[in-house]
Structures are given as C-alpha cells and as structure tokens.
C-alpha cells in the first residue's frame, strides 16, 4: 500500500498578520508536489487569515482544542469553533502540552474523540523525553501514548488520524534523530497498532517525524520505508518549508 506523504508546519505561538501575510504570499509562490500533502497548524487567532489567503491544495489546523463544544471554559476553543473558521485537522497532544502544561495521555485521548466527531483530522503526537530514551523507555512511553486512544477511537477513525513521533528531546534543541533512529521508532508504532488495533490501520496509518526537522536533514529520513512525513516546527515558518515538503522527490 502506498501511503500519500503528508507533511505539516506547526507555527506554535509564533507570527504577526504582517509575517503571516508575507510568507503566505511566498508559499502560493512555491512548488507543492501534487502527491504530498501540506498542512499548516497556527495560533487560534490567525486561523481565519490563513483560511482565507492560503493555497487551496493545503489544509489548515488548530494547534490544540477542548474536549467540549461550547461552555464556560474561559481561554478555550472548542474543535467546532476551529472548524467554523476553516481549520481541517488539529494538533493533539504535542509534548509542549504534556510536559509544560501537564495534559495526560487520557486528557489527550478524549480531546481525540471530540476532534474526529467534530469533523477535524488529527495530528496525534507522541514521543519520548531525554531520560527517557537513555533508560531504554521509548517505546514503552510511546506505546503508553498510544494506548489511551486506541481504547477510546472506533478502528475507522484511524483513517483521519495522522501519528507524529517527536523525541521531545530533539524538538527546537538542533539535535535530531538519525534517520534509523526514526525508522525503528516508526516501525515499532506501526509493529504496535497491528498488534493493539488491525494490520489494515497499521499499513494504512501515515507516521511523520518531528524534532528540528530542515532542509539539510529531511532527505535521508524521507527515505525510510515507515517514515510518512514530517511535522515541521521552525522551518515551517521560513521558506525553507517548501524545501522539506519536496523532500521525497
């Protein structure tokens, strides 16, 4: 089976309608292969700008939601309200919110279900802190990530879930997982959804790297037979973007 390359920007809390406008206008400039596909995850407020002036062959999404549709949750936004204003997908679970924040693996699971019933495709990240890794945990701390959705998702919500592995370690920090390092992570999660949910979502289920993702690192990961992309934090914010999103070509 051949899974479409899906590559994503994740602005964080970063932008200003005048830079957003600028690198808007380069990336509508740029050359999009048409068999990857882009998404951009930005701040709540620039969503509606970035739904309006953005290339129509990329998708916007929300960089977090709540677990509820409306209410009295001062500061929140409900997945319906990022869909109101254009988003497509949202980010779930980036380890800023877990480890910053303190949002469990459960917390994370039941934003995922109100996501997909709100229509919104998911960004699902998981990954591993330093310490971690270096007491042989990885994947156990994945697999625990894991687990809290596969319990509470139907088996065809998978196909609007995208997994990102982010070493928390390499997020922002220069350092980045070799490209085997990220093949026998992305194996090992493919390996674990065929066991804990069905060989189809294994094959079917698309697995980006994230962690200091650039220009200069992106091709030789791209070549990993379970490596399906790339969830892009900095980069996403230069023109160098346009690079990575060409990297399997």
Not at 41 to 64: F, H, Q, S
Not at 113 to 141: D, H, I, M, W
Not at 151 to 168: L, M
Request: hydrophobic residues 40%; charged residues 20%; negative net charge.
């Amino acid at each position: 089976m051949t899974r479409t390359f899906w590559v994503g920007g994740n602005w964080k809390m970063n932008g200003t309608v005048a830079s957003i406008k600028d690198l808007v206008s380069q990336f509508n400039a740029g050359s999009s292969p048409s068999d990857v596909e882009v998404v951009i995850g930005a701040p709540y407020v620039y969503i509606p700008l970035l739904a309006d002036t953005l290339r129509k062959d990329w998708a916007v999404a929300g960089e977090n939601c709540y677990v509820k549709s409306s209410g009295a949750f001062t500061g929140e936004i409900s997945p319906e309200m990022l869909a109101d204003v254009g988003a497509k997908w949202v980010i779930l679970g980036h380890s800023e919110r877990r480890t910053i924040l303190s949002e469990s693996d459960d917390f994370t699971a039941e934003k995922v279900v109100k996501a997909l019933e709100s229509g919104l495709k998911v960004v699902l990240c998981v990954g591993e802190l330093l310490e971690e890794r270096q007491a042989g945990t990885t994947q156990a701390v994945v697999n625990r990530q894991l687990d809290a959705v596969i319990k509470v998702v139907k088996e065809s919500d998978w196909a609007n879930i995208v997994v990102a592995y982010e070493p928390v370690w390499a997020i922002g920090t220069g350092k980045v997982a070799t490209p085997a390092q990220a093949q026998e992570v992305h194996a090992a999660i493919r390996k674990y959804l065929e066991t804990s949910v069905s060989p189809k979502v294994a094959e079917a289920t698309r697995i980006a790297y994230g962690g200091s993702v650039g220009a200069k690192n992106c091709k030789e990961t791209a070549q990993q037979p379970d490596v399906d992309g790339f969830l892009v934090g900095g980069a996403s914010l230069k023109s160098e973007f346009l690079e990575i999103i060409s990297a399997t070509q």
